[in-house]
T-cell receptor, first 116, second 111 residues
């Protein structure tokens, strides 16, 4: 299957700082990537849809000025958590859409963010 | 309102004890139903996609089936390494082709 990587896998930062998370499709091109957030023992919550070369589409309740998404190439999307606060601590997962006869999403390994 | 519900929330099986996980959905215009496996602290790993009622997919000890209202993930003679959370997701035309995830079933297989 398709491989998606995320970097970093784990990050600890101070409150008020910004953190950038990278999502890369390693062996295919992805015009569409998704960013999810997952709380402990909860399901995946879609935050935004990232389209290459255009603005991201944010889900209701997600602050676009706080969670900046850039999809500058067909293999890279970035999520920047600006002015992070402890409540932003979570597990962030990206996925990339693979189109074709059988469309599906392949997920990255996730990034654990802890804001102190 | 569109909804994806998984049951049970948690399941403990003895090694070799077969069982099934359920994913029921209420969406309009189903485009696909997806099963993923997620290990703690990891991203979901794709297992199957089902597109139409009556379709079945198999992979090792796992078999996924689909009806017009629900999907089952059958686990035959499970092993401890099958322990994980199994997530179901639905993609529907009525929701702009977004993926909606269930809350998952946490499976523990005891040696």
């Amino acid at each position: 299957g398709a491989v998606v990587s995320q970097h970093p896998s784990r990050v600890i930062c101070k409150s008020g700082t910004s953190v950038k998370i990278e999502c890369r499709s390693l062996d295919f091109q992805a015009t569409t990537m998704f960013w999810y957030r997952q709380f402990p023992k909860k399901s995946l919550m879609l935050m935004a849809t990232s389209n290459e070369g255009s603005k991201a589409t944010y889900e209701q309740g997600v602050e676009k000025d706080k969670f900046l998404i850039n999809h500058a190439s067909l293999t890279l999307s970035t999520l920047t958590v600006t002015s992070a606060h402890p409540e932003d601590s979570s597990f962030y997962i990206c996925s990339a859409r693979v189109n074709g006869p059988q469309e599906t999403q392949y997920f990255g390994p996730g990034t654990r963010l802890l804001v102190l | 309102e569109d909804q994806v519900t998984q049951s049970p929330e948690a399941l403990r099986l003895q090694e070799g004890e077969s069982s099934s996980l359920n994913c029921s959905y209420t969406v309009s215009g189903l485009r696909g139903l997806f099963w993923y496996r997620q290990d703690p602290g990891k991203g979901p790993e794709f297992l199957f996609t089902l597109y139409s009622a009556g379709e079945e997919k198999e992979k090792e000890r796992l078999k996924a089936t689909l009806t017009k209202k629900e999907s089952f993930l059958h686990i035959t003679a499970p092993k401890p390494e099958d322990s994980a959370t199994y997530l179901c997701a639905v993609q529907a035309t009525s929701t702009g082709n977004q993926f909606y995830f269930g809350t998952g079933t946490s499976l523990t297989v005891i040696p």
